[in-house]
């Protein structure tokens, strides 16, 4: 295990909103400062690129990232539009996605895939087509409750994997043409049971209330890792559980629990092949990496 508390403190990092790696570096996305930050991966500061403002390379309100080989793609959800740079930190282009709101992302060869989180519209998932900017509106069934936020993330065969953040553990694997191939529900696991009992209350009160269940999901190999919201006996909150997913034609199961330091961490990022979880809190910036049991 290792813990860097006060992560980018003399580089001026005040927040980890997203985790990426990519040509063995990390890239952890600073939400307040509008910058990303490239490390090694002793998280040895090597540099930072995108500056704030308006201009087509420069960001208002950054939120998430995705990379693909060697393009990394950041969300100014601001200004409606997400940005590609390559590994240097150069920019390539700027693709407008015309969104009200802009959610979670994916990128593959073809397309952009982006969830639309504006909850006056109907839950899709938006396809930016890189090489033509055009769109392509892919409906996704209706979860029943207050729009949940999703994490996006891509199978290996190029499906989409949707995991709800809020409100019920549900993960949907869509096919590229949108057909629903699987739909999970995992409220049936004991690390979810106080925490829905919990909700249900809640929403008796107020049918628009939000829970973050899952703030923030990880895919390597086919095998899935939930970084978890967790109330225990004392009715004490918690955001430091794993739940490691085998996913196999489109069955998602559940493997283990994986317990974490004492902590409140908000993002993850986790490499099966080199074995380890990389983890951020952002009420500290402090960034933790422990060995992948």
């Not at 002793?42 to 704030?52: A, K, V």
């Not at 499906?159 to 869509?174: G, H, S, T, W």
């Not at 918690?238 to 004492?262: A, D, W």
């Amino acid at each position: 295990m290792q813990i860097i508390e006060g992560f980018g403190r003399d580089i001026y990092f005040q927040d980890i909103v997203d985790i990426e790696k990519t040509n063995s570096r990390f890239l952890f996305l600073d939400g307040v400062g509008n910058r990303v930050f490239c490390t090694n991966e002793h998280f040895e500061y090597m540099f930072s690129f995108i500056e704030e403002g308006g201009a087509e390379n420069e960001a208002k309100g950054l939120q998430s990232m995705a990379v693909f080989r060697d393009t990394i793609y950041v969300a100014d959800v601001s200004a409606g539009k997400i940005m590609a740079f390559d590994v240097a930190g150069g920019f390539i282009e700027s693709y407008p996605s015309l969104l009200l709101g802009i959610g979670d992302f994916a990128a593959n060869q073809d397309n952009i895939i982006v969830y639309n989180d504006n909850n006056m519209l109907s839950e899709e998932l938006i396809l930016l087509n890189k090489h033509h900017l055009t769109r392509q509106h892919m409906p996704l069934v209706s979860s029943g409750y207050n729009k949940p936020d999703r994490h996006i993330l891509l199978l290996d065969e190029g499906d989409i994997l949707c995991v709800f953040a809020e409100n019920k553990p549900i993960i949907e694997i869509y096919s590229q043409e949108g057909k629903l191939l699987s739909h999970t529900d995992l409220s049936y696991l004991d690390i979810f049971r106080p925490v829905m009992a919990y909700y249900e209350k809640e929403i008796k009160h107020d049918p628009k209330t939000d829970l973050v269940l899952i703030p923030d999901a990880s895919i390597c190999n086919n095998r899935l890792f939930l970084l978890v919201t967790h109330m225990d006996e004392n009715s004490e909150w918690h955001s430091r559980y794993i739940l490691e997913c085998q996913i196999t034609q489109n069955v998602i199961t559940p493997i283990r629990l994986i317990h974490l330091k004492e902590g409140w961490y908000e993002s993850v990022y986790v490499d099966c092949n080199n074995g380890y979880i990389v983890l951020g809190n952002t009420a500290d910036v402090l960034i933790a990496k422990f060995s992948l049991p």
